[in-house]
């Protein structure tokens, strides 16, 4: 298990992490609203008192502020940073009042507030799209291959070489569909369409409850098939490797280690990890025979989060899992697009089944968890981090268009509502809306905080 993250590293990292994204959504807006002509007054990075700032040839203040927890674009005609509409406007010439964001019609101050998400959408997108572009797309059948221990699918009757169709409907053609419609729905009964002998049936299969551990003792519930779709076939070999020395080749398919017959690769993981320093035969099939290759078994020790070591057992084999195909500019930009509405999809799974009781509000994170995360990630090398910075930025921009009034999707709400009844609400409405809105958000983020603290080892989390 890794380490976590020293305190400067982790506040350098969530600076890092946030920081930018915060400045790019803040841009959207900005950008959007220069291209309609609208003063800007201020753009901040944070809030509250400045820390230091300039201020252009066109008026703009730009800043930095003390709560590096957000920013804002205070344009001309707004009353405060939450761009409630300014009461009165007496005292402007013409050319003034015309550079102010409450006179602009209601489809220009719709893109400028709905500017800021999408510009964290399009980063989302693009981060993605180039790691796909990068590293390429992993192409694997749905097949299955083995089961775990007390497989729900195994029970429910779901054989070995069985491909999975779809579940609830929803079309499967790779191993990793099928996490999106399991992972986040555990104790759940799903319908698992099968093909088996050229002929489709439906099962309904109850989704186990398992609970997961990163390498830095976060935990998560997920909901498991039980199903191990990877074929117990050689992709590479780790250095050192036991197997390599032993005579094994890339390509071959191994069938058995010791007298225990094996379908998957995570069967051969859990014999083998038993086992450490154990002389053992590992049986693989190559070109249609039958080759058994006598090894001992490596040793490797690992550590728990409390510092206890376990020594496991291992052979240097790393599984053929599907092959990787290289996608071109176009095409990764699609699978960019994917992934981020898949991500999104999730958060939206994740806040209905809070509300509706399904998990825990202590599942909800605010910025001393996100700060945490950061570190953590940061630790494991830039790949991870960019990743993870992806998924805050759909973080931020799902979070900026819930129509709670002083956020982005608040403004949204009061200009479906204009739209509506061909008039904007009177002032005093948006007003007294607004100082609800951001009264509700500053409790969540009381609340979210309180929840952050109570998940920290030193309150016993």
Known sequence: MTGSPNLLTTIFAFLLALGPLVLVHELGHYL??????VKANAFSIGFGKEIAGWTDKRGTRWKLSALPLGGYVQFAGDMNPASAPSAAEDGLTPEERAQTFHVKPLWQRALIVFAGPL???LVCVLILAAFAWINGKIVADPDVAGFASHSAAQTAGIEVG????SIDGARISSPFDVAQHTDFFPGKTVNVTILRDGRQSTVPVKLASEEVSDEFGNKATLGDLGIDFVAPIVGGFSEDSPARAA??????RIVAVGNTGVTSFRQVQDIVTAIPGKATTVTVMRQGEAHVLPLVVGRHTV?????RSTTIGLIGVQSGAGRIEKVGAVEALGLGVDRTIMFAGNMVTGIRQIIAGDRSVRELGGPIKMAKYSGEQFSLGWSAFTFFAAMISINLAFINLLPIPGLDGGHLAFYAA????????DVRSQEWA????VAFVLALMLFVTV???????????
């Open 119 to 121: 510009t964290n959408i």
């Open 247 to 252: 005579g094994a080749e890339v390509g071959d």
């Open 434 to 437: 607004i100082r609800t809105g």
């Open 418 to 425: 204009e739209l509506v009844r061909r008039k904007p609400l």
């Open 32 to 37: 959007v609203g220069r291209l309609f002509g």
């Open 162 to 165: 069985d491909r999975i169709v």
């Open 303 to 307: 550590a728990d989060k409390q510092g």
């Open 451 to 461: 929840n952050d603290l109570a998940s920290l080892p030193i309150f016993g989390g």
